[in-house]
T-cell receptor, first 113, second 114 residues
């Protein structure tokens, strides 16, 4: 079985400050890890993925994530948050031989001006 | 990235009627499409996996006779909510995969049954 935990329902930061959204996962074998962002009444937008290789992955809109195998974590980061980053963020995982994605519960990010 | 188009974005229907939602992969062929349901402020719940030319695989607890899925071509999957009731009101999202690991999502459909 595979699962994702996003321990924080909400993250609030001031514009210009660093943003971190936490994610830990459980999967059999090697993981494929993903971050998606969702704006109100919209589908999910792909931000970045970890498949293999460098543990630090860079994605869209200045986001990056660090894969940590020993801690089974894949935290999303942005050095300087923007008000427009306010949205719902989902971490997702699947095993390399699985076709189903498992999603975390989501973290609502609010960036205040 | 690949584009997945979902239509309609919003639909209101009367209780007892059926509603069809379309999911199209616009610039790639998707052998597998997925249908999710999302409740307010909650995560996505996988309803079914749709493979082109074969019957959909439904997740446990999802009524296959209520949520009819058809994947007639490599670029189109449809979800029909039959005999809709107010409790079927929700946000439905489709996704599709090509040969890359990540899935791409449609814009979602807000279904309201009155």
């Amino acid at each position: 079985a595979q699962s994702v935990a996003q321990p924080e329902d909400q993250v609030n930061v001031a514009e210009g400050n660093p943003l971190t959204v936490k994610c830990t996962y459980s999967v059999s074998g090697n993981p494929y890890l993903f971050w998606y962002v969702q704006y109100p009444n919209r589908g999910l937008q792909f931000l970045l993925k970890y498949i293999t290789g460098d543990n630090l992955v860079k994605g869209s809109y200045g986001f990056e994530a660090e894969f940590n195998k020993s801690q089974t974590s894949f935290h999303l980061k942005k050095p300087s948050a923007l008000v427009s980053d306010s949205a719902l963020y989902f971490c997702a995982v699947r095993g390399t031989n699985d076709y189903k994605l498992s999603f975390g519960a989501g973290t609502t990010v609010t960036v205040r001006a | 990235g690949a584009v997945v188009s979902q239509h309609p974005s919003r639909v209101i229907c009367k209780s007892g009627t059926s509603v069809k939602i379309e999911c199209r992969s616009l610039d790639f062929q998707a052998t597998t499409m997925f249908w999710y349901r999302q409740f307010p402020k909650q995560s996505l719940m996988l309803m079914a996996t749709s493979n082109e030319g074969s019957k959909a695989t439904y997740e446990q607890g999802v009524e296959k006779d209520k949520f009819l899925i058809n994947h007639a071509s490599l670029t189109l999957s449809t979800l029909t909510v039959t005999s809709a009731h107010p409790e079927d009101s929700s946000f439905y999202i489709c996704s599709a995969r090509q040969q890359v690991p990540e899935a791409f999502f449609g814009q979602g459909t807000r279904l309201t049954v009155v």
